[in-house]
């Protein structure tokens, strides 16, 4: 087994408060194709820099999702009290290979049709109609935070209707989704997050197995009753929790990093709304200004090597998505720059390989639907502080703003 290299990979601190994504990923990139990086509780792991590298990690069977795979976990140097465990210690689709994970992820993609997407269209028109209306009166001297009262509820909502949740629960699902994303909790938030939405979920699937209705919830169960890809009760539960969790954060984000980046560059906003061209806006939003910052983490199943380093059997190696879709040899010398008008090219906003974004399609629908509507019915839509005093989001996954204080008219 190769020594962990220490001596001649540069080694970066990741920042647990997400000041600087952009920046810290070009700064990783200068340094080399593969480097040390540095979790909270000083738990080192690699990260691969390009964006050839990430598709092709991504892509390669030889490295696990499973913690478990994990040589810190096996050591006990990581228990289920490190300030990561809530994301990375959770055993679901996100976090099982092979024949596992395939039977997890296809009762989703048996159900979770494209179809029943198009189908939640009037209820996202309608309920982004209703959000839109009462802007005006979350004002507080004429400021309104569109992160708390636009972005946060429309994936929320689309999410929690799919699967019926019900209309009251969905604002505490909203915190205990957010508190997952946070990358400085304590081990005590931690558990209780755990525990909180555990209760929630499982009396939301005890509801459905007894009342049936037209969401997701009911046919998973129902797909289960029929003998084809059966779920445990705690493999349903889990597969909720990760829709709740993977579709909302990463979706309010996809909106306000799309509101950010138009305000900024008006003359963008004027293409969009002069040639309506929005499905653009999202595209270049998710590249430009990724959503999933770094996820954590993939462990080599046998000793490997990438881009001449040799990587032990068990390292953790972070995907650092929003930085690779920067990547200048990817996306052109140009690749920091918003550009609409950019010929589409492959990006990885939504990951890639057998764990590609189960959710790509809805993300896309809310994007195209929620940005043009705002802007149309807010033409006068601007900023209320300067874009520098945007406060990130404490987080090295998550990639947006904590808050998005404009000014309506
Ligand atoms: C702009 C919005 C979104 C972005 C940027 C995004 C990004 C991603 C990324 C990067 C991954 C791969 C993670 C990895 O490599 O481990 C992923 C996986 C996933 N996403 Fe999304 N996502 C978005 C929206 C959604 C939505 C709306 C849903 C569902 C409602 C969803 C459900 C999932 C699920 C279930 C997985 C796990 C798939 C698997 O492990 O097989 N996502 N997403």
């Not at 289920?80 to 689709?93: F, R, Y």
């Not at 209707?161 to 946070?182: G, I, S």
């Not at 309506?276 to 959503?291: F, G, H, K």
């Not at 006068?380 to 008219?409: G, I, Y």
Request: glycine share 6%; aromatic share 6%; hydrophobic share 40%.
């Amino acid at each position: 087994m190769p020594e962990p290299v220490t001596a001649d990979i540069p080694v970066v601190r990741l920042d647990p408060l997400g000041t600087d994504h952009h920046g810290e990923a070009t700064r990783m990139r200068e340094l080399g194709p593969v480097v040390r990086v540095i979790l909270p509780g000083d738990v080192s792991a690699f990260a691969v820099t390009t964006h050839e590298l990430v598709a092709e990690l991504v892509a390669n069977p030889v490295m696990s999702k499973n913690w478990r795979n994990w040589n810190k976990v096996q050591s006990g140097e990581i228990t289920d009290e490190w300030p990561l465990a809530g994301m990375v210690m959770v055993t679901n689709m996100v976090t099982t290979d092979g024949e596992t994970h395939q039977r997890l992820r296809r009762p989703i993609t048996k159900t979770f049709t494209r179809s029943r997407v198009e189908d939640l269209r009037p209820h996202l028109v309608a309920n982004v109609g209703k959000l839109l209306d009462a802007l005006p009166s979350h004002a507080v001297d004429g400021v309104v935070d569109l992160r708390q009262h636009f972005a946060n509820p429309v994936p929320m909502d689309m999410v929690c209707e799919l699967f019926a949740v019900p209309v009251d629960w969905r604002p505490r699902l909203q915190e205990l989704a957010y508190n997952v994303f946070r990358t400085n909790n304590t081990a005590e938030e931690v558990a209780a997050t755990q525990r909180e939405r555990h209760d929630m979920l499982t009396r939301l699937v005890e509801s459905k197995r007894a009342d049936r209705g037209n969401d997701l919830t009911s046919a998973l169960i129902e797909l289960g009753d029929q003998g084809e890809e059966t779920l445990t009760q705690e493999e349903l539960i889990d597969s909720i929790w990760v829709f709740l969790t993977a579709g909302h954060e990463t979706t309010l984000s996809l909106i306000v990093n799309g509101v950010r980046a138009l305000l900024t560059h008006p003359d963008q906003l004027r293409l969009a709304v002069n040639e309506n061209r929005w499905a653009d806006v999202v595209e270049e939003t998710l590249r430009w200004d990724a959503p999933v910052g770094n996820i954590p983490a993939r462990y080599p199943l046998e000793d490997t090597e990438i881009a001449g380093v040799p990587i032990a059997k068990g390292e953790a190696i972070l995907a650092p998505y929003a930085g690779v879709c920067r990547d200048p040899e990817q996306h052109g010398a140009d690749a920091d720059n918003f550009d609409i008008t950019r010929p589409p090219r492959k990006h990885l906003a939504f990951g890639g390989g057998p764990h590609f974004c189960l959710g790509a399609h809805l993300a896309r629908l809310e994007g195209t639907v929620a940005l043009p509507a705002l802007f149309s019915r807010y033409p006068d839509l601007r900023l209320a502080v300067e874009p520098s005093e945007l406060t990130p989001v404490p987080s090295f996954v998550a990639n947006s703003a904590a808050a998005l204080p404009v000014r309506l008219d």
